[in-house]
């Protein structure tokens, strides 16, 4: 069974821009969860979906946006870049039935370099 | 005080000994523990889940669990070079679905 899987891996961007990145989840899990990770703070929840419905939220600025389509497929967006966004963001999946639901596996990341 | 407390380490180790990595934390609600594996520049690699008290073993990586004292733990037994790696304990957030609260992680080196 092919894992989750992160596109782009790899992102420059410059303050002020938007960007996007998507998140394919392991065939048959429906809930994808996003999270930033930087050296200082380590990995931080930003949101979770499922049934193309959010959930969950951290405490992220509104510049942090999520989706999730129908194929349980899920895209973030930040908009109006900062230098602190430079992160990796990760996303992971998880099958929502009884506990397993909170066993999540992780795609590959995409690094985020904004200048 | 933090939700999830590890040491950061470095933790070394010689190689074939065992590796004990400690992680406290602090909602009494919380059900779900787990133990990640993170290699340099790669992404979180799931390795044990635990929900019940006492230990659970899989190969060579025993977590153990200690809802009474909000403490978990894991062993790595014959630790190997390639067990180098940050190790990151994380919990379920009761009543938020999808969100695991993450400690800062423990790195451990296995020296030949």
């Known amino acids: 069974k092919a894992g989750v899987t992160q596109t782009p891996r790899y992102l420059i961007k410059t303050r002020g821009q938007q960007v996007t990145l998507s998140c394919s989840p392991i065939s048959g899990h429906r809930s994808v969860s996003w999270y930033q990770q930087t050296p200082g703070q380590g990995l931080q929840f930003l949101f979770e979906?499922?049934?193309?419905?959010?959930?969950n939220k951290g405490n992220f600025p509104g510049r942090f946006s999520g989706r999730q389509f129908s194929n349980s497929r899920s895209e973030m967006n930040v908009s109006t870049l900062e230098l602190g966004d430079s992160a990796l963001y990760l996303c992971?999946?998880?099958?929502?039935?009884?506990?397993?639901?909170?066993?999540?596996?992780f795609g590959p990341g995409t690094r985020l370099l904004v200048l | 005080q933090k939700e999830v407390e590890q040491n950061s380490g470095p933790l070394s180790v010689p190689e074939g000994a065992i590796a004990s990595l400690n992680c406290t934390y602090s909602d009494r609600g919380s059900q779900s523990f787990f133990w990640y594996r993170q290699y340099s520049g790669k992404s979180p690699e799931l390795i044990m889940f635990?929900?019940?008290?006492g230990d659970k073993e899989d190969g060579r990586f025993t977590a153990q669990l200690n809802k009474a004292s909000q403490y978990v733990s894991l062993l790595i037994r014959d630790s190997q070079p390639s067990d180098s790696a940050t190790y990151l304990c994380?919990?379920?957030?009761?009543?938020?679905?999808?969100?695991?609260?993450f400690g800062q992680g423990t790195t451990l080196q296995v020296k030949p």
């Open positions: 635990i929900y019940s008290n």
């Open positions: 992971a999946s998880s099958l929502v039935l009884g506990r397993a639901q909170e066993t999540q596996y």
């Open positions: 979906y499922f049934s193309e419905t959010q959930r």
């Open positions: 994380a919990v379920n957030s009761p009543g938020n679905t999808g969100k695991l609260i």
